[in-house]
């Protein structure tokens, strides 16, 4: 018996301390976009972290100077970006869709704020017409056709994100 509680009481712990990390913390995507969400690392000066995540920006993408659309010296970074194969739509077949998004970083000391926007959505290097929103229902539950969309671009912006906030925490991604 003794030993139930204490198998439910650790699984009760690691639970919390998993869900109150600042890198469990994930942007969610609803009806009017993605929910922004700051991550807190500890003794770290804005001006550090700024730093840190223009060096993240320098090594992701292929031509930094390209995808840099706003730099505030220790406050702000805005990204411009493109993601092949960002999500799935499943009917008949699996088809993929790439966007074009904005990254907006924002820093103060031990925070970074971090917001994601779909700029344009395009099937087969043309534009869809359609947006994220389009994937919910006015009360803001998935619509049954495009149950896929919305867990896949999620994953696809949280890999991204996840990315960066490794390099920032310098804890390096385990393989």
Request: net charge positive.
């Amino acid at each position: 018996m003794a030993k139930r509680y204490f198998l439910l009481a650790f699984t009760f712990f690691l639970v919390v301390c998993v869900s109150v990390s600042p890198y469990a913390q994930q942007l969610k995507l609803t009806k009017t976009g993605f929910t922004p969400v700051v991550y807190t690392i500890d003794s770290t000066p804005a001006g550090k972290l700024y730093d840190k995540a223009l060096a993240w920006v320098k090594a992701t993408y292929k031509k930094p100077s390209e995808v840099l659309r706003e730099e505030v010296p220790g406050e702000k970074i805005r990204i411009f970006g493109y993601m092949e194969r960002a999500f799935v739509y499943t009917a008949i077949t699996k088809n993929w869709y790439d966007i074009n998004y904005w990254l907006i970083l924002e820093f103060k000391d031990n925070r970074m704020r971090v917001s994601f926007e779909v700029e344009q959505i395009w099937a087969d290097a043309q534009k869809a017409f359609f947006t994220t929103g389009t994937f919910f229902k006015e009360d803001g539950t998935i619509k049954g056709a495009y149950k896929t969309c919305p867990p896949s671009l999620e994953a696809s912006v949280n890999g991204l994100v996840q990315s960066l906030i490794s390099s920032i925490s310098g804890k390096k991604e385990e393989w």
